[in-house]
């Protein structure tokens, strides 16, 4: 019985794991991830036109011509948007097994903020990539091709470079809607206070432009669309940080001591 007892399983007696546990439900749910993306993959090549077709209807609309400058280019660019949806639909997945697999080694109130934070982080994202494709993209293809002095020039944009620039903007726009997210993390962790933050408003306004400069097209437009949302977002955090903001007390540092001494 004893014997039976021991090998029985990788749940010890006080309820902790053993590694060897550890590692079955590590290798399990790294296989459910491996799983999701690869049916993810066969499905959006079945339907890899209708992406395109998705993706280039900004750009139709706005009266581009998009070509393709070599044999292989459609076909890449089908794979290339079929392996992006398919990952898409995995993070959800990741993300809900990296919860599952910390939630027992959390406390009640850490795993609530856990799990809040990482599904407010995939909402966020996917807020900013629809701003990005509902008001931001238009506009900047929009401009793009009516500037003065072309007329004469016809848009015809590789097909490739036009996914590159749509592509960018989704990802920049998505991890931009993250800025609250931090915030609140940071605040959370004592590091971002809001008097900190509001008394660096005005050099954070500054960075967000700069960094709106760097990261987008060389056009003042595309810039301003990008950093606005910067700052607005900016503001949002100051009033999040007002609500999360915790901070770090002496007697937490005296403790964090006491343990490292241990």
Same mark, same amino acid.
């Given at each position: 019985? !004893?014997?039976?007892?021991?090998?029985?399983?990788?749940?010890?007696?006080?309820?902790?794991?053993?590694?060897?546990?550890?590692?079955?439900?590590?290798?399990?749910?790294?296989?459910?991830?491996?799983?999701?993306?690869?049916?993810?993959?066969?499905?959006?090549?079945?339907?890899?036109?209708?992406?395109?077709?998705?993706? !280039?209807d900004?750009? #139709?609309?706005?009266?581009?011509?998009?070509?393709?400058?070599?044999?292989?280019?459609?076909?890449?660019?089908?794979?290339?948007?079929?392996?992006?949806?398919?990952?898409?639909?995995?993070?959800?997945?990741?993300?809900?097994?990296? #919860?599952?697999?910390?939630?027992?080694?959390?406390?009640?109130?850490?795993?609530?903020?856990?799990?809040?934070?990482?599904?407010?982080?995939?909402?966020?994202?996917?807020?900013?990539?629809?701003?990005?494709?509902?008001?931001?993209?238009?506009?900047?293809?929009?401009?793009?091709?009516?500037?003065?002095?072309?007329?004469?020039?016809t848009?015809?944009?590789?097909? !490739?470079?036009?996914?590159?620039?749509?592509?960018?903007?989704?990802?920049?726009?998505?991890?931009?809607?993250?800025?609250p997210?931090?915030?609140?993390?940071?605040?959370?962790?004592?590091?971002?206070?809001?008097?900190?933050?509001?008394?660096?408003?005005?050099?954070?306004?500054?960075?967000?432009?700069?960094?709106?400069?760097?990261?987008?097209?060389?056009?003042?437009?595309?810039?301003?669309?990008?950093?606005?949302?910067?700052?607005?977002?900016?503001?949002?955090?100051? #009033?999040?940080?007002?609500?999360?903001?915790?901070?770090?007390?002496?007697?937490?540092? %005296?403790? %964090?001591?006491?343990?490292?001494?241990?």
């Open positions: 019985m !004893a014997k039976t007892l021991t090998k029985k399983t990788a749940v010890e007696r006080d309820g902790s794991m053993s590694l060897g546990g550890h590692m079955k439900e590590l290798r399990n749910r790294l296989f459910v991830c491996a799983a999701v993306f690869a049916i993810g993959t066969v499905f959006f090549l079945a339907h890899a036109a209708e992406l395109v077709t998705l993706m !280039a900004m750009g #139709w609309q706005c009266g581009y011509t998009l070509v393709t400058i070599s044999p292989q280019e459609k076909l890449l660019q089908y794979f290339r948007l079929a392996l992006m949806a398919a990952i898409i639909i995995t993070v959800p997945v990741v993300l809900y097994q990296i #919860w599952a697999f910390a939630k027992p080694g959390l406390r009640k109130n850490e795993n609530l903020f856990f799990g809040m934070t990482l599904l407010l982080g995939l909402g966020l994202f996917c807020v900013g990539v629809f701003f990005a494709y509902k008001v931001t993209l238009p506009f900047m293809l929009n401009f793009l091709i009516t500037l003065e002095g072309t007329d004469q020039i848009a015809q944009i590789s097909l !490739a470079k036009y996914l590159d620039f749509v592509l960018m903007i989704f990802t920049i726009f998505g991890c931009i809607f993250e800025i997210l931090v915030t609140i993390i940071l605040a959370k962790l004592g590091i971002a206070s809001p008097a900190l933050m509001t008394k660096g408003r005005g050099i954070a306004i500054v960075i967000c432009f700069f960094v709106a400069a760097i990261i987008t097209p060389p056009d003042i437009v595309s810039q301003t669309l990008v950093a606005i949302p910067m700052v607005l977002l900016y503001q949002i955090s100051i #009033w999040l940080a007002k609500i999360f903001y915790k901070p770090r007390l002496e007697d937490d540092d %005296d403790e %964090d001591a006491d343990d490292d001494e241990d």
